[in-house]
């Protein structure tokens, strides 16, 4: 930053070009954090994973959300942040590999995850449809999310 001399010779410090450095900052972190938070859903409790791991690998993720609906007895799932229609099975499918896509080689990308954060209301019927969906999507490396501790 530069400093210029006042009339009495003191320095003075510009505090314009720091704003705006401050503002680009601002946002560039809200307009990362925006498009992350809506691909996780607030309303999912994770099941406990007491014996879980922490994954330190930062591997591309295709994120299915799979929350439990009480009043209609079953679950709704939502890839990224787009509600799947589990009735119309080629169509998810056809969605989720089309996530898993590597744009050059046109084929699944093997360092692509199938990560499933599924509320620990949901019955393993949805978590088997789940994996059958993503398998004959052509995902083979797929990952549950929990939390080590009940909240």
């Not at 709704?76 to 009735?87: F, G, S």
């Amino acid at each position: 930053m530069a400093s210029a001399a006042s009339d009495d010779g003191a320095p003075t410090f510009q505090v314009a070009p720091m704003c705006d450095v401050l503002l680009v900052l601002l946002i560039f972190f809200m307009s990362i954090t925006t498009s992350q938070v809506l691909k996780i859903d607030s309303n999912i409790t994770l099941p406990v994973a007491k014996n879980g791991e922490k994954r330190e690998d930062k591997a591309k993720a295709v994120l299915l959300n799979v929350a439990w609906d009480p009043v209609l007895g079953e679950a709704t799932v939502k890839l990224d942040d787009l509600p799947l229609d589990l009735n119309d099975k080629e169509k998810c499918i056809e969605l989720i590999g089309n996530r898993a896509l590597d744009p050059i080689t046109k084929k699944i990308d093997p360092e692509v995850r199938l990560l499933i954060r599924a509320d620990k209301q949901v019955t393993a019927k949805y978590i088997q449809l789940i994996l059958e969906l993503g398998a004959e999507a052509g995902m083979d490396n797929i990952a549950f999310t929990g939390q080590n501790h009940d909240n």
